[in-house]
């Protein structure tokens, strides 16, 4: 089960830390990431980590966006800076087990940056 945190209204330039919480899973087996959904707009990728460490980024977020894990917290985090307004949407966790290839989604938190 997966638990996203840490959405707010913020200002153009401003920053935001989201959390997403996965309990009941040994975080080390899976692929991690966020996605977001812009209103009217398909879900796609923001940023993903392996259980390597090894991060991949969209490139509208790279060098502004930084995802990190702990696997002994069982928690992932997304460090969003210098966010502009088409950083807004509802931000989603996904976890993705290596080894079966089931994907797990968390419920979602918005983001809405302001001009």
């Known amino acids: 089960q997966l638990q996203a945190s840490g959405g707010g209204l913020v200002q153009a330039g401003g920053s935001l830390n989201l959390t997403c919480l996965v309990s009941g899973q040994l975080l080390s087996r899976y692929i991690t990431g966020w996605y977001r959904q812009a209103p009217g707009q398909e879900r796609e990728l923001v940023a993903k980590i392996h259980n390597t460490g090894a991060t991949t980024y969209a490139d509208s977020v790279e060098g502004r966006f930084t995802i990190s894990k702990s696997n002994a917290k069982g928690t992932v985090w997304l460090q969003m800076n210098n966010l502009n307004p088409e950083d807004t949407g509802v931000y989603f966790c996904?976890?993705?087990?290596?080894?079966?290839?089931?994907?797990?989604w968390g419920q979602g938190t918005l983001v809405t940056v302001s001009s």
């Open positions: 996904n976890a993705v087990n290596r080894y079966t290839g089931r994907a797990t």
